[in-house]
Nanobody, 118 residues
Framework: QVQLVESGGGLVQAGGSVRLSCAASGRTVNNYVMGWFRQAPGKERAIIAS????????TYADPVKGRFTTTRDNAKNTVYLQMNSLKPDDTAVYYCAASQSSTDYDYWGQGTKVTVSS
């Protein structure tokens, strides 16, 4: 079992930056591929970034590519999502998740809300 807790969300102006953290407990996070998802109002949850177990490989969805960066500190059991050049369309609840298989995500955090004002 892995427990995930996101933090760092809040209200930010368009063009600003926010860093989200995802702290894991229960098992060491380096056993898992980690993903970041978001769910905007009225939309389905969608993956926006993922990072390999070592942190060497990352992937990003097109809407955030070049603006968001995910990193991990396995010694601290924490994964991060740095979000820059934020747009109102980035307003959503952001979730981190852990995957053993690299395809299905087994454990989820409770989410943290990010609101970007224009």
């Amino acid at each position: 079992q892995v427990q995930l807790v996101e933090s760092g969300g809040g209200l930010v102006q368009a063009g600003g930056s926010v860093r989200l953290s995802c702290a894991a407990s229960g098992r060491t996070v380096n056993n898992y591929v980690m993903g970041w998802f978001r769910q905007a109002p009225g939309k389905e949850r969608a993956i926006i970034a993922s990072i390999s177990r070592s942190g060497a490989y990352t992937t990003y969805a097109d809407p955030v590519k070049g603006r968001f960066t995910t990193t991990r500190d396995n010694a601290k059991n924490t994964v991060y999502l740095q979000m820059n050049s934020l747009k109102p369309d980035d307003t959503a609840v952001y979730y981190c998740a852990a995957s053993q298989s690299s395809t299905d995500y087994d454990y989820w955090g409770q989410g943290t809300k990010v609101t970007v004002s224009s």
